[in-house]
């Protein structure tokens, strides 16, 4: 996160991942302007490089090199990211509309979207789950590799037809690759392109085209020229020749790689758009009759002069886009002109290693063997990905510190005067809270019946005599830029002591710290946050009753939550029964896949992950295992696994129990094993383990077994139950969508054992 003390004036959203909107971050954020948020906005973590998608199909780059990480790429730059699927915008209002989520102003946005291809007129409903559209790129990678899975596993006589329908660069070249490694690995498959022209790619160059034909014909793939696919059924196509002729030809699975189409958001929020539905975007790349709404890239109609869908515009783009989105904040410069080039160079991937070049024009690169123009397709597009990837260390460095430059220009009145305080809204160590709440002397009241000394996840107080009323509070301070889904999990996490005592939420307050800006800004993030808080209280049928706002260094949230439990349905963390097993219902690891996130070394969709863990609520297991004999419960939070399963042993028991765990048993969320390898570590997992140091054996500390004291945010529910229904408690958990494991027991010794 961006810890910027400049008040916050103006809004530049961008939206979409695409070529010319990453480029615009990257140089706003090294050139930045005071008092300008940037907040990029994109349904898809990893961005695709369109450039080196074949070659990853290939087998040549990993997902890695030919992704932009949007996520770590912002948190590496102080930017906020925000993942959702864009769904409309209203430019009057200046909104941008988001799918199940509050809708986000700007000041300024950029629209940098992907296109989808264009869809068959008739399409058969069996035949949905054969066709692959290669737009958009994330969704067709996810189908390509399915299909890569099929061909290996298929030990049929019969050739599986695949159908690859049209032949622009992208249809060539996947047909290409496809039929390239069917031939290398000896699988049962042919390939046919199908397209409705009589020339690959280029109307216009015929050398590029006469190298591609002896390229299909020596890996013997079938081209039907000048021919329409009338129809998609569940096995087969119905096309059409330039004769009329019409015949079927049967398919396994059809690659859909025909002209493309815009997103139907565009002409639904009544945006000028061409006929064919694209932005019409002016020389200045200002969407027609708009002043603070710019677009690029493959998504627009260029109304001076109609380009090619090709990166190369949309990169050559940014540089543009960059110079006339800071000219519309600082009022310094005239808006510069885009003039693209009439021709544009591409080069075509043909198989191992090899590429021709494509251009309309004479150019002296036709001449250089195919292998020497891989190594220099493939030398241009490493170099131009490392410049938007998050520096990668194979250790936690000593020292990290973001280069932030200082702003050359600001939008920050001259008076500015703002009322920031200092604080910290991160949890504190239990050693820490313990030794200072023992010193106090708090008044005994019969109407409490758990309070602050009894440990629990809520204070319990009598409401009548057959109800019981709980209370719990949680804050901390953002460790996600993304307002809306902070206040989300903010929610999940203080509702989950209601849950973990076995009570109903009812009514909910909240506390913002906000950061200095304009009361526009504030009113802003305060509808994000608290957009977000609804919606979890909504859906957990709590309500919003009150709250309290401030100013501060940093964004943090408060939450205190009030529920309701029948004395009969109480659940307590203290264990009682030798022999039960413990369950969880989380995986462990957002303590430091955050930590690692903080300095942009978290893989994005391991970040996803944890935080699509977060929001599930633990209500569903909590109402799940009621039906079972539950001895002990609580949610794991900052103290980590093994902190709060302590708490479970029970200060007050006659009988002292201890826990076993079998820490290999214990789930992780994918990569977090490599992140504690590297050295990574929330700040207060140390904290964790000294603690409990003193009842453990030396062997179990943070460095050998750091998952134990990795401190969670809305972690799961860990509790135990008997023996003889364990296997049907952790089936109906399962059923429920909860992914439960046993990760220990109970036993009868005063000891924590880790094995």
């Avoid at 300024?108 to 949905?128: D, F, H, T, Y």
């Avoid at 696919?229 to 079927?248: S, W």
């Avoid at 990166?311 to 885009?338: C, D, P, W």
């Avoid at 996490?493 to 005592?501: E, I, P, R, T």
Wanted: overall charge neutral; aromatic content about 8%; glycine content about 8%.
């Amino acid at each position: 996160m961006n810890k910027n003390s400049a008040p916050i004036v103006s809004d530049l959203v961008l939206l979409g991942g695409g070529h010319a909107n990453i480029l615009v971050l990257k140089m706003m954020a090294m050139n930045p302007i005071g008092g300008l948020r940037i907040t990029l906005i994109s349904d898809q973590t990893h961005s695709p490089y369109s450039g080196m998608i074949p070659g990853y199909l290939a087998g040549f780059y990993t997902y890695e090199d030919c992704h932009f990480d949007l996520r770590r790429l912002c948190e590496e730059l102080g930017l906020r990211f925000i993942k959702a699927k864009i769904i409309g915008i209203d430019s009057q209002r200046k909104k941008i509309r988001l799918e199940n989520r509050a809708e986000i102003s700007y000041d300024c946005a950029s629209i940098n979207v992907g296109i989808e291809p264009r869809s068959i007129e008739k399409l058969s409903q069996e035949s949905v789950l054969k066709i692959i559209p290669l737009k958009p790129i994330s969704q067709f990678i996810t189908h390509w590799d399915q299909l890569i899975a099929d061909l290996k596993d298929y030990k049929g006589n019969d050739s599986l037809p695949l159908a690859v329908v049209g032949a622009g660069a992208a249809g060539v070249e996947i047909s290409i690759i496809l039929k390239m490694l069917i031939n290398q690995n000896k699988w049962n498959a042919n390939v046919s392109l199908i397209h409705r022209h009589d020339y690959l790619v280029s109307e216009k160059d015929h050398q590029a085209r006469k190298q591609l034909l002896k390229t299909l014909k020596k890996l013997a793939i079938k081209v039907y020229q000048n021919t329409d696919v009338l129809e998609v059924q569940e096995n087969a196509l119905v096309l059409k020749d330039d004769k009329g002729l019409i015949r079927t030809e049967v398919f396994y699975r059809a690659l859909i790689a025909t002209q493309a189409s815009a997103p139907k958001w565009f002409k639904n929020s009544k945006l000028p758009v061409n006929q064919d539905g694209f932005l019409k975007v002016t020389e200045k790349l200002l969407v027609n009759n708009e002043n603070a709404l710019f677009a690029a890239g493959d998504c627009i109609h260029f109304s001076p002069l109609p380009l090619k869908k090709a990166g190369v515009y949309a990169v050559r783009q940014g540089m543009i886009l960059e110079h006339n989105i800071r000219a519309f904040f600082t009022r310094k410069s005239t808006l510069k002109t885009f003039r693209p080039k009439k021709h544009v160079l591409s080069l075509i991937t043909i198989g191992d290693r090899k590429a021709l070049v494509h251009q309309d024009s004479v150019s002296i690169l036709r001449y250089l063997p195919p292998e020497l123009l891989w190594t220099a397709k493939n030398w241009i597009d490493r170099r131009f990905m490392a410049r938007f990837q998050a520096k990668t260390f194979s250790t936690k460095p000593r020292h990290f510190n973001k280069v932030m430059p200082v702003p050359q220009s600001t939008l920050v009145p001259e008076d500015w005067q703002d009322n920031t305080c200092g604080g910290c809204g991160s949890k504190l160590a239990a050693s820490t809270l313990i030794q200072s709440l023992n010193k106090l002397t708090i008044p005994q009241d019969n109407f409490v019946l758990l309070g602050v000394k009894e440990g629990e996840d809520c204070a319990l107080t009598q409401i009548s005599e057959h109800t019981l009323c709980l209370q719990t509070i949680d804050q901390f301070r953002s460790f996600i830029s993304d307002p809306y889904l902070l206040g989300q999990i903010a929610t999940q996490h203080a509702l989950s002591d209601v849950y973990a005592m076995g009570g109903v939420a009812k009514t909910a307050q909240v506390g913002l710290t906000l950061c200095a800006a304009t009361g526009k800004i504030h009113r802003e993030d305060i509808f994000q946050v608290m957009s977000g808080v609804l919606d979890i209280l909504t859906k957990s049928a709590a309500s919003l009753v009150g709250g309290h706002t401030g100013e501060g260094s940093e964004l943090s949230i408060a939450i205190a939550v009030q529920g309701e439990v029948p004395p009969e349905q109480v659940l307590r963390k203290q264990l009682t029964q030798p022999g039960n097993q413990l369950i969880l219902t989380k995986p462990i690891g957002t303590g430091v896949i955050f930590a690692a996130n903080m300095l942009a070394q978290a893989n994005g969709k391991l970040v996803d992950e944890a935080l699509s863990s977060m929001l599930q609520s633990n209500k569903t297991a909590m109402e799940t295992i009621r039906a079972f004999d539950i001895s002990g419960c609580t949610d794991i939070t900052g103290f980590g696994l093994l902190g709060h399963a302590f708490e479970m042993l029970g200060k007050n028991s006659d009988n002292a129990l201890g826990i076993k765990i079998d820490y290999k048993a214990i789930p992780l969320f994918d990569g977090v094993s490599e992140l504690f390898e590297k050295g990574y570590f929330a700040s207060i997992a140390g904290n964790n383990y000294e603690t409990l140091s003193s009842v453990l054996s030396t062997e179990v500390n943070n460095q050998n077994f750091p998952a134990l004291f990795d401190p969670q945010t809305s972690g799961g529910l860990l509790f135990s139950v008997s023996s003889h229904q364990a296997e049907d408690c952790l089936k109906a958990l399962y059923q429920k969508g909860v992914k439960a494991c046993v990760i220990g027991e109970v036993i009868d010794k005063d000891q924590i054992i880790i094995f």
